[in-house]
């Protein structure tokens, strides 16, 4: 029997942009240590499409490519802040920085790290299971 999901509502600093997404209550959370992900300290909550709804700021997003240019990396183009991007590991989904949900939910949730500084040889240590 699958995790019911709860919606939770989130976005970036300064308000322009906000979304709301379906996620288990407890999460599966990831710290990445690749280039962008370390430096921003991004935490990962991954969900597949129909979990994830834009719900105002569309005009304010930015994007952003970089390496193989398969993750979109979307910015508040007013406060800078990415409240969620399309990731390589799931380009059919989203990942929500779980530090820009409202209350911070998932916060004193475990963390699982991976290794983004090698995504290639590390791509299979990701889960493949995503809030549907």
């Known amino acids: 029997m699958s995790e019911a999901l709860v919606t939770r509502h989130g976005g970036c600093h300064c308000g322009a942009v906000r979304f709301e997404v379906d996620a288990p209550r407890e999460p599966e959370l990831w710290l990445c240590n690749c280039s962008i992900c370390d ?72 963390l699982r790290n991976f290794d983004g500084q090698n995504w290639e040889q590390k791509a299979g240590d990701l889960s493949k299971g995503a809030a549907r």
Do not use: W
């Not at 991004?42 to 997003?61: D, K, M, N, W």
């Not at 800078?80 to 929500?96: A, E, L, N, T």
């Open 39 to 110: 430096m921003t300290g991004y935490v990962h909550v991954i969900v597949t499409q129909p979990c994830f709804r834009l719900r105002s700021g569309a005009e304010q997003l930015t994007r952003y490519r970089f390496n193989s240019g398969v993750a979109e990396h979307l910015f508040c183009a007013a406060c800078g802040i990415k409240s969620f991007y399309v990731p390589r590991s799931h380009p059919d989904g989203f990942s929500v920085n779980a530090r820009c949900l409202d209350g911070q939910p998932f916060a004193g949730l475990p």
